[in-house]
Antibody, heavy 114, light 111 residues
């Protein structure tokens, strides 16, 4: 059974940082492109970025609003995906999902407020 | 950026009756390899998204056969042949043909 379990969310002040993690199981993690999607309260789904598998270069792509502040990385031996978020803004508030596109985690909530 | 427009934004449905959602792209979604990376997702209240359809018309494992995807190029449709109570929620189309991948704004389906 495929499982994606996010963690690391919480409440932070503007300008702060968070590191989200996603523990994956039930599939060959090293073969998968992985991504992060967020959902602001009461809003739709928004892609943050993706990271390719190592055999496809292992590089990451980001959407414009987060470029330079968000960093996606992966650790294949531990089957873990990461999202480092720096310079948090109030509009970064939302639920952050880890996904392979076909499978999704339950999400972790990030609240940015002073 | 590929923009996906969904119609309608809100869809009142009747149990047992069909329902359809249109997803229109501002660009052709056929990739260079000939595949069209158009997906449909369902998000029930309080839950994570669940993929229903990939490559326009392929149902994911466990998805009831009352869900059908169709279309090509720039216009795509998700049809529920006979709506059931458990189908209430938000539905999103999503393209993975060009980065940044994008979602439609969502369609709320309720009874």
């Amino acid at each position: 059974e495929v499982q994606l379990v996010e963690s690391g969310g919480g409440s932070v002040e503007p300008g702060g940082s968070l590191r989200l993690s996603c523990a994956a199981s039930g599939f060959i993690f090293s073969n998968a492109w992985m991504g992060w999607v967020r959902q602001a309260p009461g809003k739709g789904l928004e892609w943050i970025g993706i990271i390719r598998r190592e055999s496809d270069g292992g590089t990451a792509e980001y959407v414009s609003p987060v470029t330079g502040r968000f960093t996606i990385s992966r650790d294949d031996p531990s089957h873990t995906l990461y999202l480092q978020i720096d310079g948090l803004r109030t509009d970064d508030t939302g639920i952050y999902y880890c996904t392979t596109v076909d499978f999704w985690g339950q999400g972790t909530r990030v609240t940015v407020s002073s | 950026e590929v923009v996906l427009a969904q119609f309608p934004h809100s869809l009142p449905v009747t149990l047992g009756q069909p329902a359809s959602i249109l997803c229109r792209s501002n660009e052709n979604l056929v990739f260079t390899n000939g595949n069209t990376y158009l997906n449909w997702f369902q998000q029930r209240p309080g839950q994570s998204p669940r993929r229903l359809i990939y490559f326009v018309s392929n149902r994911d494992s466990g998805v009831p056969d009352r869900f059908n995807g169709s279309g090509s190029g720039t216009d795509f449709t998700l049809t529920i042949s006979r709506v059931e109570a458990e189908d209430v929620g938000l539905y999103y189309c999503m393209q993975g043909t060009r980065w940044p991948w994008t979602f439609g704004q969502g369609t709320k389906v309720d009874i």
